[in-house]
């Protein structure tokens, strides 16, 4: 079984409505993890990665995922596959889902530890063939070397329905709820190498 996320965090959250500031019926942090049921709680994390990618102007690239009827955007993310490793899992999602050539980007920094996220309850079982309560992911830093025309969402796969350019400091909010503390932990990690 994957080990809990590292950092504790302590406290309600809410049930991903704006402005609810009481406890959610449907889920609760406690100590990092989802209140699961036990079979649930015996799922670990799907190994994933992420990649900030980061033009000139040090906007950071989002996509508004395809799938999603909410206006949620993210950045580029994915699993690992079975032998890769992560910096070319991070290139390899990040082509498969902009379209963008590894040619086009200079890889800055890895966040120093791995990155957690469970998913609220009703999600669980729902993606990933129910094997997995959430992700856990290595994130990069990499800088945009090409042109807006070298990014094609339009992929063999598409994941998003557009795209933008977007402040850092804006990425908590345009993301789902129950990713909201880890983009809060990528931008403050990666800030000072914007």
């Known amino acids: 079984m994957d080990a809990a996320p590292p950092r504790p965090y302590l406290g309600a959250a809410s049930d991903g409505r704006d402005g609810d500031a009481g406890v959610s019926t ?7 993890l989802t209140a699961l049921a036990p ?14 990618l ?32 992560a ?19 200079d890889i800055i920094a890895k966040a120093r530890d791995e990155h957690f996220y469970d ?20 994130w990069y830093l ?8 070298d990014i094609n969402i339009e992929t063999e796969h598409p994941e998003f ?3 933008k350019w977007a402040q850092p400091e804006t990425l908590p909010d345009l993301i ?5 503390k880890l983009y809060r932990d990528i931008v403050q990690e990666f800030r000072a190498l914007i």
């Open 26 to 32: 449907a889920w609760i942090y406690i100590w990092g």
């Open 39 to 52: 079979k649930e709680q015996e799922l670990g994390y799907r190994p994933c990665v992420g990649i900030m």
């Open 54 to 85: 980061v033009n000139m102007e040090g906007k950071v690239f989002v996509g508004q995922r395809i799938d999603n009827v909410v206006e949620a955007w993210q950045m580029p993310q994915g699993g690992i596959d079975e032998g890769e490793e």
């Open 87 to 105: 910096k070319d899992a991070a290139l390899r999602e990040l082509f498969e889902e902009t379209g963008i050539d590894r040619r086009h980007v």
């Open 119 to 138: 998913l609220p309850p009703e999600l669980i079982g729902q993606i990933w063939g129910g094997k997995y309560r959430g992700q856990r992911q290595f």
């Open 142 to 149: 990499a800088r945009f070397l090409g042109q807006d025309s």
């Open 161 to 163: 329905r557009a795209w």
């Open 176 to 180: 789902v709820p129950f990713k909201r």
